[in-house]
């Protein structure tokens, strides 16, 4: 049966709305609870979902595809290596920032991994796509031979997801994008050819 998309959207708001905003653990989550705040009956999520996880890997794939196939979009087109670089960063960047995306994946590796595990699987995808463009870089001459592409990689992932300095500063918006902005330059500067 064809998921209709308010149903989806419905069920996704929920799921965001229980386990970011009211803070609720993933364990504590049901099934009738999901319907109340979507306004839904059980028998409608059943129709669509065979349970909690499927919902919520359902959200969790909406997030990934939507970040995978931009960034597919942007790699294909004729654009410079640079530009490639940069649309790279600020993709990873947006991605990391959306406050209810960070805090569902936050509770989802706290709470229930297995739900993670086609995500990894995808974002790893994503990442050998920056590999490749390091690698890009390397025979353009952009980008030192020494570099390897997979640890370089995992440097820029590691400088997204590390930079949240909420426990040492007050951060806004505005600088938690100016130190993940700042972690990548100096990354990237490292990596890059004279």
Same mark, same amino acid.
Request: one cysteine or more; charged letters at 25%; a negative charge.
């Given at each position: 049966?064809?998921?209709?998309?308010?149903?989806?959207?419905?069920?996704?708001?929920?799921?965001?709305? #229980?386990?970011?905003?009211?803070?609720?653990? =993933?364990?504590?989550?049901?099934?009738?609870?999901?319907?109340?705040?979507?306004?839904?009956?059980?028998?409608?999520? =059943?129709? &669509?979902?065979?349970?909690?996880?499927?919902?919520?890997?359902?959200?969790?794939?909406?997030?990934?595809?939507?970040?995978?196939?931009?960034?597919?979009?942007?790699?294909? #087109?004729?654009?410079? /290596?640079?530009?490639?670089?940069?649309?790279?960063?600020?993709?990873?960047?947006?991605? =990391?920032?959306?406050? /209810?995306?960070?805090?569902?994946?936050?509770?989802?590796? !706290?709470?229930?991994?297995?739900?993670?595990?086609? &995500?990894?699987?995808?974002?790893? !995808?994503? /990442?050998?796509?920056?590999?490749?463009?390091?690698?890009?870089?390397?025979?353009?001459?952009?980008?030192?031979? #020494?570099?390897?592409?997979?640890?370089?990689? !995992?440097?820029?992932?590691?400088?997204?997801?590390?930079?949240?300095? &909420?426990?040492?500063?007050?951060?806004?918006?505005?600088?938690?994008?100016?130190?993940?902005?700042?972690?990548?330059?100096?990354?990237?500067?490292?990596?890059?050819?004279?």
């Amino acid at each position: 049966m064809v998921l209709s998309k308010g149903a989806k959207v419905k069920i996704h708001e929920a799921i965001l709305e #229980s386990l970011v905003v009211n803070q609720l653990g =993933y364990n504590d989550l049901s099934i009738a609870g999901i319907c109340r705040k979507a306004g839904i009956t059980r028998k409608t999520f =059943y129709n &669509h979902f065979s349970n909690k996880d499927a919902a919520a890997r359902s959200l969790v794939e909406v997030q990934i595809n939507k970040l995978i196939s931009q960034i597919d979009d942007y790699m294909e #087109s004729n654009s410079s /290596f640079d530009d490639k670089m940069h649309f790279f960063r600020l993709k990873l960047m947006e991605s =990391y920032q959306h406050e /209810f995306t960070r805090d569902l994946l936050d509770r989802l590796k !706290a709470d229930a991994p297995h739900i993670l595990e086609e &995500h990894n699987k995808r974002l790893k !995808a994503v /990442f050998q796509k920056m590999a490749g463009l390091i690698e890009e870089g390397q025979k353009e001459g952009r980008i030192k031979q #020494s570099v390897d592409p997979q640890i370089a990689v !995992a440097l820029l992932h590691g400088a997204a997801l590390t930079v949240n300095l &909420h426990d040492y500063v007050d951060m806004t918006v505005d600088t938690t994008e100016q130190a993940i902005s700042q972690a990548y330059d100096i990354i990237l500067t490292g990596i890059m050819s004279k």
